[in-house]
């Protein structure tokens, strides 16, 4: 069983930065691939950013070159810095993992789920 938690989520203006963590216990994570996705009021979750066990990334066209995310498997913690923030990525930012050697895209491929931190980015 695998727990996560997030953390880093608040209030900023637009062009801001954030900077999200997700702690994880009860397994190591080394081996997970390990996800970011968000869910605005009213929609559905969406795909954000993924990493792999050995650094690979991949981004939603709607944040490349806004956001970065990193892991610290010394840590246990994956990162996603968030910079030129806009409003509409205003959103719960929930972290996910998922024992895969492919990439995961949709949320139903995610075994993993933390409680979600929330993002707000004011005009």
């Known amino acids: 069983q695998v727990q996560l938690v997030e953390s880093g989520g608040g209030l900023v203006q637009a062009g801001g930065s954030l900077r999200l963590s997700c702690a994880a216990s009860?397994?190591?994570?080394?081996?997970?691939?390990m996800g970011w996705f968000r869910q605005a009021p009213g929609k559905e979750h969406e795909f954000v950013a993924a990493i792999n066990w050995s650094g690979g990334s991949t981004y939603a066209d709607s944040v490349k070159g806004r956001f970065t995310i990193s892991r610290d498997n010394a840590k246990n913690t994956v990162y996603l810095q968030m910079n030129s923030l806009k409003p509409e990525d205003t959103a719960v930012y929930y972290c996910?993992?998922?024992?895969?050697?492919?990439?995961?895209?949709?949320?139903?491929?995610?075994?993993?789920w933390g409680q979600g931190t929330q993002v707000t980015v004011s005009s």
């Open positions: 009860g397994r190591t994570l080394s081996s997970y691939l």
């Open positions: 996910a993992a998922t024992r895969t050697t492919t990439w995961a895209l949709s949320k139903d491929e995610y075994k993993y």
